[in-house]
Nanobody
Framework: QVQLVESGGGLLQAGGSLRLSCAAS????????MGWFRQPPGKEREFVAA????????LYADSVKGRFTISRDNAKNTVYLQMNSLKPEDTAVYYC???????????????WGQGTQVTVSS
């Protein structure tokens, strides 16, 4: 089992920045690829970003490319999502997930956090 706890969400104005963190415990963190997903109000959960086990491979949704950066610190068992130039359409509950491969599809991730709310006002 892997337990994931997100933090860092909040309310801010458009154009601002926020860094989300996801702390992992349980099994060896470096054995898992990590992903960030989000669920906007009234919509389905969607892929945001993913990082490989060692941190060298990264994927991003087109909607966040150039604005968001995913990173991980295996010594701290933590994955981060740096979000810059935030837009109202980035408003969502953000979830981190752990899986075997860094891919965009939710079924590939075995463990999920409880989510953290990010609200961006115009």
């Amino acid at each position: 089992q892997v337990q994931l706890v997100e933090s860092g969400g909040g309310l801010l104005q458009a154009g601002g920045s926020l860094r989300l963190s996801c702390a992992a415990s349980g099994r060896t963190f470096s054995n898992y690829a990590m992903g960030w997903f989000r669920q906007p109000p009234g919509k389905e959960r969607e892929f945001v970003a993913a990082v490989s086990r060692g941190g060298g491979g990264k994927l991003y949704a087109d909607s966040v490319k150039g604005r968001f950066t995913i990173s991980r610190d295996n010594a701290k068992n933590t994955v981060y999502l740096q979000m810059n130039s935030l837009k109202p359409e980035d408003t969502a509950v953000y979830y981190c997930a752990a899986g075997r491969n860094y891919v965009t599809t939710m079924p590939s991730y075995d463990y999920w956090g409880q989510g953290t709310q990010v609200t961006v006002s115009s």
